[in-house]
Structures are given as C-alpha cells and as structure tokens.
Nanobody, 120 residues
Framework: QVQLVESGGGLVQAGGSLRLSCAAS????????MRWFRQAPGKEREFVAT????????YYADSVKGRFTISRDNAKNTVYLQMNSLKPEDTAVYYC?????????????WGQGTQVTVSS
C-alpha cells in the first residue's frame, strides 16, 4: 500500500509559478513510476506528466510541455511538479499517482489532490 499526499497548490496570477510536491509513504517509492494528472471543473481528469522509477525519463502532455517539469527525489520519497508560465487554463485540481508498471501503465494509487487556481 502506498499513500500519496500532495501539497503546494494555491492561487497565483497568470505568468507565475508554483511547485507541487507529492510525498509517498512506504519504503518502495523508487519501485513506482510517478505521474501527475489534473481535473478542471466540468472536465475529465487528464494526464499532465510522468517520470520513470529512477527519474531518468520523463514525458509530458503537449499542453504543458516546456512550462512544467516533473522530478523526483527517491531519498525523500517525493515527486515534484514545477509549473512555470502558468495560464488560467491550468486551473484544476492536481493529483499525483503511482504505478508499479512503466511510465504510461495503469495507475495503482492516487493522492487526494491539491487545488491550483490561476487568475487572469
């Protein structure tokens, strides 16, 4: 069992930055590929970014490529999402997720989410 707790969300003006963190319980964090998703009001949850178990590979949704950076610190059991040049359309609840498989395989565990609001 893995428990995921996101933090770092908040209200920011367009063009600003936020860094989300997701702390994982357990001693097997490095065996999971990690992902960020987001869900805006009235919309389906969508993929944002993923990172491999050792952090050597990453992949992003086209909508955030070049603005967001996913990273992880396996010693701290934490995955991050650095979000720069934020836009109002980035407003959503952001969720981290863990997968025992590859970067794009089925999610096994979800966090509870953290709200990001970008004002224009």
């Amino acid at each position: 069992q893995v428990q995921l707790v996101e933090s770092g969300g908040g209200l920011v003006q367009a063009g600003g930055s936020l860094r989300l963190s997701c702390a994982a319980s357990g001693r097997t964090f490095s065996s999971y590929s990690m992902r960020w998703f987001r869900q805006a009001p009235g919309k389906e949850r969508e993929f944002v970014a993923t990172i491999s178990r050792n952090g050597g590979s990453t992949y992003y949704a086209d909508s955030v490529k070049g603005r967001f950076t996913i990273s992880r610190d396996n010693a701290k059991n934490t995955v991050y999402l650095q979000m720069n040049s934020l836009k109002p359309e980035d407003t959503a609840v952001y969720y981290c997720a863990a997968s025992a498989g590859s970067m794009l395989s089925t999610v096994d565990y979800w966090g509870q989410g953290t709200q990001v609001t970008v004002s224009s």
